[in-house]
């Protein structure tokens, strides 16, 4: 019996049969439909115990405390903190992306020395013996320029370079702070300028941003959001001047569109509505003050100058005048290059309205006091201009340093006039750059230190400019080692500093911290929290003083918090510099030029960070079309110098040019082109990497007479077709 | 369209357009919390995927009587969802307390229909695996499974914070079914810097959102459709309750 | 003779191919009963070999020493590595099968504080979201195996195409049991 045909199908079919009554097929269909779920180039997600860690932000220039969602340790995401003050649970679109940030593409994860045009990874012992060797060099020809507005480690760099004699080379990246510290210093005020918001019935925000880049933004969103339950009519009253609708102008109940860099004239102008209402001030100058805006700054001037109509002006002085908790914050539409002329004469009015040192006005809070010796004060690093200093070097009026150190900042690519400020910056000798991310500073570096990121060091946050109360508030490391082989800046100079014979008097930046925070805790202030609120305490609720461990509160997040304000003499209303100041400013404009003014956002990131991964998708199509920059005009502005959405036109100033799309909107005010900033990097990753050009090429830092603040908000671009 | 439950509990989302500065933090904070990876072309509207995002609203006149506003747009977690009446395989429904609809990833096969029945283009379909930098995994969360290329994706309503208010209410011996305003809130409520969005049960006259919904400034996106959304918007200028209700210039709202 | 070949031809046919029949049946029923799970799971064993019976036993532990409820609610249902460092701190040197065991964990998990890759036999994918605090009311062992009186960890079958744990409940056990208590088996109660 042989197997024939029949007995291979019988053997088939039974087959067949059978495994139709076995799971076989139906287990194997199955399990390839799970597997179709799961690919393995996809990323799986954690699952162990979600837990709440407490730090502060130290990405977000506004200095919110974090909430961070950690799985197995790791950070994940970052929220705000409710129990913080500066947060509120409010967070920015910089504070939300310190945990990814961690992983970006961009990082620098080697110390790297340049040789010839490339770079080479070095070990972290030859960097700090090449570091100490540099600064033995140097010798009083070095200088430093620091991204940290406001932390501890600006004491260990100013002190560095005190040692090394050359303290008057330590500058901060321009901000806000300095500039309104600054006007502060000129007008014979003491301490550090606050807006209590909070407590404030009518804000007028000229030019400044307050709720995107101008002093503490999440604070000043918290307190406007407090005001404001959306069932009753608002608390307060909020209205912006400036020359786009801003983040601020979207929320207020009014925008009084004004020339940028003008804001100076407006608040002028209304001191002279005050005055001649009746307001009066004790100040010395008063009488020189009366007489100044009197003549100069009568409405119908006011609107030749900023645009204004004159019984616009008028509303406003009424508004501020029938106001009980009146406010003024001047600023710049940016978060930078402002004059100093506008933080003086908004302080004016504020002097006027006798809204300083009172719940609801301008506060003068106290430093803490430095630990580290011979570092300098925030008032002393608020004089030191860093523009100007640059300006300087690239005119070939001051010799190039022979080591400059850039601590967390992008100075190649964050100033104003930048390709001229990039040249001057790279004369320097030798160029050492604490840099967590491959900025276009740390590009044209000669030695590139890795720096832990926030999240993976000890550092600070004192007092942000534009807080009200003194605030102090720790930033510790979440993750238990850095991501890369990075080590936190500040312990890097400290052993460098120690190895080239100039100890600072500490031998890591945590025992320094600890040093700072005993120190810190004698102010005789409270830890914030839900009954500890420091704008309550503004308003003159009793707040019990903290005793017990500071740092061990300090590491859980909270707020040291001193809500009691720097007492004034001799405050005047800084006459004589302002008429100085603004000699020039009814000087017309160039024919042809176009008023240029930037929107800068938080979620286009910063100038040491750059566009964070997952911010880029919220940059607007309005900013950003694809990889062009997309400049902003309104109707009219546009037939005036004939030009259609979508057309390609060419921005120039007077150090370089940049192009753009045109895009039609009425948000921007006639004569008034307006372009983001942040955009144009020639560094970092692919997410941030030759997406649209640097509008600060095309800015002119104009250095301001009497005051020597260097200002840009005011600048003018020439505009033609491509 | 097809019948749907009505719930004793409501999940509902108010914005108050007036407080919204259009700052993005909504956007952000939705992105990282429910893994949505950041892709490189997202300057590129067309390539970018957002459960959250922010319309721009203008009322039309030229500078300087022009007034202008942001409007963010979540799900809308339709009470009558066109998307789920058209779903061919039962992937996307609105059968749960809360009336949060769902979207069920594995169980999706890609057809679209729902995200052509969104009159709310709410609704994202990956063209792409989402790829994340390397390392940057590292980041993602344990609250949203990862989608693969091929299926379509919306706004929960942070579904899962819901989940996890419950287990914390069970904990603490509480009630899960009777959560205390703002024990559940989404990512992008939190996030918001100037409190523009408020989120409760609108059937629970204890969570603010009841009250703020029924406000003479409340309005709901294409109210006209009959779709009757759980998101609604307030506003105190009329030009925007106008054109968030998208009512033709004759027939004013009733 | 034509016909009489033919016609036993088909009888004979007949015969073989029903026996053909029986043999290719029963030969797929065994290779898919018995020979395909051995296809498709492969079979693992936990990185220690862990005693329940002796910690519960011999040490006296309760379950909830280590399988605990955070104070989010969400169950920690594995014990972290520092937990079984408290007492497993410092090898024992010994020469039983135990202690070699033990040392493994020491030195392997322990010293480096590395976590120990527990395999979880009812490990539920990415898209499931499962809450203990909402099942407090059931016993652990009408979902998990009875593992407290164990010597050793049973063997944990993995599906080598879908990497998921056989021993693992599928949607189906949960849909039933949900709608056989009324409650809600809406797609979000379970998934993320």
Redesign the interface.
């Known amino acids: 019996m042989g197997v024939d045909r029949r007995a291979v199908i019988g053997l088939i079919a039974g087959g067949a049969v059978g495994t139709m009554f076995t799971p076989a097929i139906w287990k194997t269909t199955g399990s390839i439909a799970l597997w179709s779920q799961n690919w393995g180039w996809i990323p799986r997600i954690p699952k162990g115990e979600r837990k709440y860690a407490y730090t502060t932000s130290k990405l977000c220039p506004s200095g919110s405390g974090l909430k961070v969602l950690t799985v197995d340790g790791l950070p994940l995401t970052a929220a705000g903190n409710p129990a913080h003050p500066l947060s509120q649970g409010g967070v920015s679109a910089l504070g939300l992306s310190e945990c990814y940030l961690l992983y970006s593409p961009a990082r620098v994860k080697k110390p790297l020395l340049k040789t010839g045009a490339q770079f080479k990874e070095i070990s972290w012992d030859e960097a700090l013996g090449l570091l100490a060797d540099k600064l033995k060099a140097a010798g009083g020809k070095a200088a430093a320029i620091s991204g940290d507005q406001n932390g501890t480690a600006n004491e260990v760099i100013s002190a560095l370079l005190a040692k090394l004699g050359c303290a008057d080379k330590f500058f901060l990246m321009p901000s806000e702070g300095q500039a309104a510290g600054r006007a502060w210093q000129l007008m014979g005020g003491h301490g550090l300028i606050g807006y209590d918001l909070a407590n404030a019935d009518t804000v007028l925000a000229l030019g400044a941003d307050l709720f995107e880049s101008s002093g503490a933004t999440m604070l000043n969103a918290r307190s406007y959001s407090a005001q404001r339950s959306s069932l009753d009519k608002p608390a307060a009253k909020l209205v912006y001047v400036g020359s786009q609708r801003t983040t601020t102008a979207y929320a207020s109940s009014k925008w009084v569109p004004c020339l940028p860099g003008r804001e100076a004239a407006v608040a002028l102008g209304l001191a002279a509505l005050l005055i001649k209402g009746g307001a009066s001030s004790d100040a010395p100058d008063f009488a020189d003050f009366k007489a100044f805006v009197s003549a100069g700054y009568t409405p119908d001037k006011v609107e030749a100058l900023t645009g204004i109509k004159a019984e616009v002006l008028e509303k406003l002085a009424k508004k501020l005048t029938e106001a009980k908790k009146p406010l003024v914050v001047a600023g710049s539409e940016f978060g930078q290059g402002a004059p100093g002329a506008a933080y003086m004469a908004a302080l004016a009015v504020n002097i006027l309205l006798k809204r300083i040192n009172v719940p609801g006005g301008v506060y003068a809070t106290p430093e803490f006091p430095k630990v580290v010796d011979g570092a300098l004060s925030r008032t002393q690093m608020a004089s030191a201009d860093l523009v100007k200093y640059l300006s300087s070097v690239a005119a070939g009026k001051t010799p190039a340093p022979e080591l400059l150190i850039t601590y967390d900042a992008n100075p190649a690519f964050g100033l104003p006039q930048a390709p001229a400020m990039a040249k001057a910056l790279a004369g320097a000798g030798f160029k050492a750059a604490f840099a967590s991310f491959m900025d276009e500073t740390a590009a044209q570096a000669d030695l590139v230190l890795p720096a832990s990121l926030p999240m993976e060091r000890y550092d600070d946050v004192v007092s942000p400019y534009g807080a009200p109360f003194a605030v102090y508030s720790l930033v510790k490391p979440l993750l238990k080692k850095p991501v890369h082989d990075t080590k936190a800046a500040c312990d890097v100079i400290l052993a460098a500093a120690a190895k080239a014979g100039l100890a600072l008097g500490a031998d890591s930046f945590e025992k320094l911290l600890k040093t700072k925070v005993a120190a810190v805790a004698k102010s005789g202030g409270f830890i914030a929290g839900k009954d500890a609120s420091p704008s309550a305490a503004l308003a003159g609720k009793d707040v019990a003083a903290f005793s017990g461990d500071p740092w061990k509160a300090l590491m859980e997040g909270a707020a040291y918090v001193v809500a009691s304000p720097v007492k004034q003499d001799g405050l005047t209303l800084g006459t004589k510099t302002l008429a100085a100041a603004l000699k020039a400013d009814g000087a017309k404009a160039e024919d042809g030029a176009l008023a240029l003014t930037c929107a800068y956002k938080t979620r286009s990131g910063s100038p040491a960070v750059g566009i964070p991964a997952q911010d880029l998708t919220a940059v607007r199509d309005t900013e950003l079309a694809g990889t062009k920059t997309v400049a902003t005009l309104n109707a009219a502005t546009a037939k005036m110098f004939k030009l259609e959405a979508g057309e390609s036109i060419k921005l120039t100033g007077p150090a370089g040019e940049i192009s753009a799309l045109v895009a039609l909107s009425e948000t921007v005010m006639t004569g008034v082109v307006a372009v983001p900033m942040g955009f144009g990097h020639t560094a970092f990753d692919d997410f941030s990497k030759n997406k649209g050009q640097n509008v600060l090429a095309v800015m002119t830092a104009t250095e301001e007479p009497a005051t020597g603040v260097n200002s840009w908000s005011g600048s003018k671009v020439k505009i033609a077709k491509i | 369209m097809s019948e749907f439950k009505e719930f004793a509990t409501k999940w509902g989302l108010?914005v108050?357009l007036?407080?919204?500065?259009?700052?993005?933090?909504c956007?952000?904070?939705c992105?990282?919390?429910n893994?949505?990876a950041?892709?490189?072309e997202?300057?590129?509207?067309l390539r970018?995927l957002?459960w959250m995002w922010?319309f721009?609203m203008?009322n039309g006149?030229?500078?300087?009587e022009?007034d202008?506003?942001?409007l963010p747009r979540p799900c809308m977690q339709c009470g009558k969802p066109p998307c789920v009446s058209v779903c061919p395989v039962v992937a996307t429904?609105k059968?749960?307390?809360g009336g949060?609809v769902?979207q069920?990833?594995?169980?999706c096969i890609g057809c679209r229909y729902c995200v052509g029945a969104c009159p709310y283009h709410a609704r994202y379909f990956n063209w792409f695996?989402?790829?994340?930098?390397?390392?940057?995994?590292?980041?993602?969360?344990?609250?949203?499974?990862?989608r693969?290329r091929g299926v379509v994706e919306k706004c929960?309503l942070c579904?899962?914070r819901w989940?996890?208010a419950?287990?914390?209410?069970?904990?603490?011996g509480k009630d899960?079914s009777a959560l205390p305003e703002n024990a559940y809130v989404p990512?992008c409520v939190?996030?918001?810097?100037?409190?523009?969005m408020?989120f409760g049960d609108l059937k629970n006259p204890k969570h603010?959102v009841h009250?703020?919904a029924k406000?003479p400034n409340a309005f709901r996106l294409l109210e006209k459709l009959g779709t009757n959304p759980q998101v609604y918007y307030?506003s105190a200028r009329e030009w925007v309750r106008k054109q968030g209700d998208n009512q033709l210039p004759a027939k004013e709202k009733a | 003779m034509e016909d009489r070949h033919s016609a036993k031809q088909t009888c004979g046919g007949g015969v073989l191919f029903a026996i053909m029949f029986i043999v290719g049946l029963a030969g797929a029923l065994v290779a898919g009963w018995w020979g395909f799970p051995q296809l498709l799971y492969s079979q693992n064993s936990q990185p220690i070999r862990f005693s329940h019976k002796v910690h519960a036993e011999a040490g006296g532990m309760e379950c909830k020493q280590c399988h605990t409820y955070a104070a989010s609610g969400q169950y920690v249902g594995l014990p972290s590595t520092e937990a079984c460092g408290e007492c497993h701190a410092d090898e024992t040197g010994g020469k039983s099968d135990s202690d070699k065991e033990i040392d493994k964990l020491v030195k392997t998990y322990v010293q480096p504080n590395k976590p120990i890759p527990w395999l979880t036999y009812q490990f539920q994918p990415d898209n499931v979201f499962f809450s203990h605090s909402a099942h407090t009311g059931f016993e652990c062992v009408s979902c998990h195996p009875d593992v407290a009186k164990m010597d050793n960890p049973p063997v944990y079958y993995q599906d080598r195409l879908s990497t998921y744990s056989k021993q693992t409940m599928r949607m189906p056990g949960c849909e039933r049991c949900h709608a056989e208590l009324g409650v809600n088996n809406a797609c979000y109660v379970c998934h993320k």
Request: charged share 25%; hydrophobic share 30%; aromatic share 6%.
């Open positions: 108010v108050d007036d407080k919204c500065t259009g700052c993005g933090a956007m952000i904070s992105q990282v919390e893994n949505i950041p892709v490189v997202a300057s590129n509207k970018s957002n922010i721009e203008t006149k030229a500078f300087p022009n202008a506003a942001f429904d059968n749960e307390e949060i769902s069920i990833y594995p169980r695996d989402p790829i994340w930098p390397e390392g940057m995994e590292k980041a993602i969360t344990p609250h949203a499974s990862t693969p929960t579904h899962h989940n996890y419950k287990e914390k209410a069970r904990q603490e899960p990512a939190e996030a918001c810097p100037t409190g523009a408020y603010k009250e703020l406000s307030v």
